[in-house]
């Protein structure tokens, strides 16, 4: 089961430069977690602190609604979690791989315990150095859970029969969908792998693309667009991009993607 391995208040102050993004959290806490509530409290004058759209999409309430706050003028922000419970497995399952946030909740990835190591795999390279995979050997079935805020039970769940990429993330998509993306691929002669897969709401893989390694974070805007933020892998390029394969696909630094994985931004 998920427990939470830690909460408590953060505080932030913005960057010289102006404006502080604070809207990414990562629950995954060493393998950890979720089911915290994360509230946002603002010190000094909040109408000039937050921007109009942020506390509209907020609704005035301070709740984490998956979107971007953005604070100006070296205003300091709190973050605070509370601690809510633990998420529960769907049935069959006992390992969490990965959680993120949703807008309407927790999304998780959960697995058989005996197949953890297959999804979450290394190898060996020249020198005793480990590098992760980026694909499972053995297509583990997995499944893929929506939760909703107050309920620590799954409200939807989609039982995928064999995951091919390893390291996953995962974020929901409307009508009970899933985005799953593998954090590394690599780039042969024979073209990129495709880490990047849209699965239907019984499980079905309905559609792949590439979105490029090192994937660091991922998230779902509300327009339906990806965003993804690039490690220095991502960036510079390992696993056969940039040599001798193209440039990295994250050499920006953060790119925008469409559900066809379209680069749009």
């Not at 909460?7 to 913005?14: A, F, I, K, N, Y």
């Not at 769907?90 to 190591?117: C, E, N, R, Y």
Request: include cysteine; aromatic fraction near 10%; charge should be negative.
């Amino acid at each position: 089961m998920a427990t939470v391995q830690r909460s408590g208040t953060v505080t932030d102050r913005s960057s010289p430069l102006g404006t502080r993004a604070a809207s990414h959290f990562d629950p995954a806490f060493d393998s950890a977690v979720f089911a915290v509530r994360w509230t946002i409290g603002i010190r000094d004058v909040l109408s000039q602190s937050v921007t109009d759209e942020m506390w509209a999409r907020m609704n005035g309430t301070g709740r984490y609604r998956s979107t971007v706050a953005i604070f100006q003028k070296r205003k300091r922000a709190e973050q605070g979690f509370e601690l809510v419970g633990a998420l529960r497995p769907p049935a069959g399952f006992d390992q969490l791989i990965t959680v993120s946030a949703g807008p309407s909740g927790p999304v998780a990835l959960w697995a058989k315990a005996t197949d953890q190591d297959d999804i979450q795999g290394r190898f060996e390279g020249p020198g005793g150095a480990t590098f992760p995979e980026t694909r499972t050997s053995s297509r583990p079935r997995v499944a893929l859970a929506s939760y909703t805020f107050g309920s620590l039970a799954p409200a939807h769940v989609a039982i995928v029969e064999d995951l091919p990429v390893a390291h996953p993330l995962v974020q929901p998509l409307p009508g009970g969908e899933f985005l799953v993306v593998g954090s590394r691929c690599a780039w042969r002669l024979e073209g990129a792998e495709r880490n990047a897969l849209i699965v239907d709401s019984d499980g079905r893989i309905k559609r792949t693309g590439t979105l490029g390694d090192g994937i660091e974070h991922l998230l779902l805007d509300d327009d339906g667009e990806i965003w993804v933020g690039y490690s220095d892998e991502g960036i510079f390029g390992n696993f056969g991009w940039n040599s001798p394969g193209p440039q990295p696909l994250g050499s920006p630094g953060i790119v925008r993607w469409s559900l066809q994985f379209e680069k749009v931004w």
